[in-house]
C-alpha cells in the first residue's frame, strides 16, 4: 500500500488522494484534529487499486493528479465500489461538477474551500441512521450497505442516491421539495447547482428500474418528488 495512517477518534478512516504535499498535510492534521483517521496515498502509481484496497470510509480526491486524472481513478473506482468519494479540485465549473457527480462522486468542492464547510459535508456523508435496513414492495434499502436488493440481486447505491431513495422513503406520501432534499444532502448554505440533484435522482431511478421498481420516483412539476 502506497499511503500512511495518522490516528484520530472516530473509528471512520478518511483516505486523502492529493498531490499537493501542503493541502495534503493541512486536511490531514484538521481532520486527524476532528477525530477521524487519516491515510493518504503519497505514491501516485497504483492509485485506483490503492483506494479500492485501503478499507476506508470516505476518499477526498483531487481531479488533477500526476498519471490517471482524478476524473479517470473515479470513474474505475465506481466500477467496483460503492465508498463515499467527495471531489476536491481547482476546477470550479459547472461541467466540471456536472462531470463529477455522472462518474459516481458523492459531493464535489472546489479550491479553495473552507475546511469547516468540508468537514460538515463528511460528517453529513459519514452520518448513520439508526434503522439499517427498508422494505417498500418487494426490495429491501440496506442502508448500511448501501444497496438495494431483490432476491439474490444486490444493486450497489452511491452514498448520495442511497440517501435519497431513503429520505423519500421516510416521507412515503408526501411531496418532498428539490430544495429540501437539496438541504437534506449537502447541507450547507453554499451555491449547488440544480442539476446536481436531477443527475443524482436521474441515476437512481435507472437502479430502480433494474429491480422492478418503475416510476418509484414521481415528479410533481413545479412542487418536487414523491414516492406512493
Known amino acids: 500500500m502506497n499511503f500512511q495512517i495518522f490516528n484520530g477518534d472516530f473509528m471512520k478512516n478518511i ?11 493541512e486536511l490531514m492534521k484538521f481532520l486527524n484534529n476532528n477525530g477521524y483517521q487519516i491515510s493518504m496515498i503519497e505514491n501516485f502509481d497504483n492509485v485506483i487499486n490503492d483506494i479500492i484496497k485501503s478499507n476506508v470510509d470516505l476518499v477526498l480526491l483531487d481531479i488533477n493528479l500526476p498519471g490517471f486524472s482524478g476524473e479517470y481513478i473515479l470513474k474505475n473506482v465506481r466500477k467496483i465500489s460503492n465508498i ?7 476546477r470550479n465549473t459547472e461541467i ?23 468537514l460538515a459535508r463528511i460528517n453529513r456523508l459519514l452520518s448513520k441512521d439508526e434503522d439499517t435496513k427498508i422494505k417498500y414492495k418487494d426490495v429491501i434499502l440496506d442502508i448500511a450497505k448501501s444497496t438495494i436488493l431483490k432476491g439474490d440481486l444486490s444493486i450497489d447505491l452511491t452514498q448520495n442516491e442511497m440517501k435519497i431513495f431513503h429520505y423519500l422513503l421516510k416521507n412515503k406520501g408526501t411531496i418532498i421539495s428539490r430544495d429540501d432534499l437539496i438541504n437534506y444532502l449537502w447541507d450547507n448554505n453554499g451555491f449547488i447547482d440544480d442539476n446536481t440533484l436531477t443527475v443524482n435522482i436521474n441515476r437512481l431511478r435507472a437502479k430502480l428500474c433494474n429491480v422492478g421498481l418503475i416510476n418509484t420516483i414521481i415528479t410533481k412539476r413545479g412542487m418536487g418528488y414523491i414516492i406512493l
Open 15 to 25: 483516505l486523502i488522494v492529493e498531490d499537493e504535499v501542503k493541502l495534503r498535510l
Open 84 to 90: 463515499p468519494i467527495v471531489i476536491i479540485t481547482s
Open 96 to 118: 466540471d461538477e456536472l462531470l463529477s457527480i455522472n462518474n459516481g462522486a458523492d459531493d464535489f468542492i472546489a479550491k479553495p474551500f473552507n475546511k469547516e464547510i468540508l
